[in-house]
């Protein structure tokens, strides 16, 4: 198998998920001698019952499967895994969370976009991340 260049990104409760090859992962070791060398189980293999047994190495994110995947490699999905925690990132820093959202959606490829919560929850867990880091939340004015 080749190596595939792998993106880094932080799931949803605070941990490191790599996107590389249309599969999502999350690490399941780190080499003790070396932290930029990752054993990598499918997110699919989280799920129980396992729908996934596929596995992967790291090194310096250039990802190389061990183990084949039981389910075909979805790029939109992975796509839209990172461009969800972009989204929700620049959530904590903007003033105006509707219009970053909106911004970003026009940005978005109707394929990734099926792969996304709904506008509407989207915009909830952009305030739910800024109340969460204590963040006022600006008043409409009228």
């Known amino acids: ?11 949803e409760r605070g941990g490191i998920k790599i996107a590389a090859g249309g599969f999502v992962y999350n690490i399941d070791r780190r080499s003790k001698t070396d932290p930029n060398i990752m054993t990598l189980r499918c997110e699919k293999n989280c799920l129980r019952p396992a729908e996934c047994k596929g596995r992967s190495k790291s090194v310096n994110l250039m990802v ?3 183990v ?3 389910h075909s490699p979805n790029h939109e999905y992975a796509q839209a895994q990172i461009l ?3 989204l929700y990132n620049k959530a904590e820093s903007s003033a105006n969370n509707r ?4 911004a970003f959606l026009e940005k ?3 394929g990734i ?3 996304l919560p ?3 929850a989207i915009f909830r867990s952009m305030q739910r991340q800024r109340t969460k880091n204590n963040e006022p939340i600006p008043t409409p004015k009228d």
């Open 108 to 110: 978005i490829s109707d």
């Open 1 to 11: 198998m080749e190596a595939v260049q792998g993106v880094e990104f932080k799931s």
């Open 113 to 115: 976009l099926q792969y």
């Open 99 to 102: 219009q970053t959202k909106d």
């Open 64 to 66: 190389t499967i061990t």
């Open 68 to 70: 084949q995947h039981q």
């Open 118 to 120: 709904s506008e509407e």
């Open 84 to 86: 969800k925690r972009e």
